[in-house]
């Protein structure tokens, strides 16, 4: 159901929040809801259809969800992050891949310039070691730059990361990261999305991407 909620056309995470609001959260009251309570709530018919006839991508998430180290959260999923929970227009899902279990860690985002200056490279290095030291999980965008120093750094201490992309996990971005995602999959961190695994970088896809891993942090 959240996968099928997920594909309806128009449907994003602030208009599923508004739905599920109604009816206490409960996505299964949602989906039993006849249509013309469904209208009465602002969904148009073809939405409605795609409700009764999940399309495609529905088969392709629960495909995906079965491979070795993969993992898809729903929103009452008991693993899905409480933090994460509590923000406005929480993501519907997650695709993860890696140790779930580092979802849980108390984490701190670090982020911060694609083109950054020595000073800035040595500061975030620095910083994110000492936040190591300390017990915390280090989040960041996998980007270039400061965000790739972070998960480089914390590896090299010893820690955990979480990389959040702002691309499906099958559609790893930037490209010349890879071989830091495979490190950070090695050393029991996570990679985490909210787009659909075959989904390409968009420019839109990366503010949204900062929310969680803001959402995710203390």
């Known amino acids: 159901r959240w996968l099928t909620l997920e594909a309806v056309a128009g449907i994003g995470p602030v208009t599923a929040a508004r739905l599920l609001a109604h009816f206490g959260g409960d996505i299964t009251a949602l989906f ?62 997650l695709y993860c891949r890696g140790d779930i279990a580092s979802l849980s860690l108390p984490q701190l985002a670090m982020v911060g310039t694609r083109h950054p ?4 490279k040595d500061n975030a290095a620095r910083l994110c070691a000492e936040l190591v030291g300390c017990g915390l999980a280090i989040t960041s965008g996998l980007a270039l730059g400061i965000d790739g120093i972070c998960h480089q750094q914390a590896l090299a201490s010893g ?3 979480l990389a959040v992309l702002g691309s499906g996990l099958d559609c790893l971005y930037p490209k010349r990261h890879h071989g830091l995602a495979m490190q950070i999959l090695e050393q029991g ?7 659909a695994p075959d989904q390409g970088p968009l420019a839109e896809h990366f503010p949204r991407r900062n929310r969680i891993i803001s959402g995710l942090s203390l």
């Open 117 to 120: 200056t020595y000073a800035g």
């Open 159 to 161: 820690g955990v990361t």
């Open 32 to 93: 039993d809801s006849d249509d013309g309570t469904l209208r009465s709530l602002g969904l148009q018919s073809a939405q409605i259809q795609q409700m009764r006839w999940p399309l495609p991508l529905v088969d392709q998430g629960l495909s995906w969800a079965t491979k070795p180290g993969n993992h898809l959260l729903c929103l009452d999923d008991p693993a899905y992050p409480a933090l994460l929970k509590e923000i406005p227009a929480a993501p519907l899902l």
């Open 189 to 195: 961190g996570l990679l985490v999305s909210e787009l």
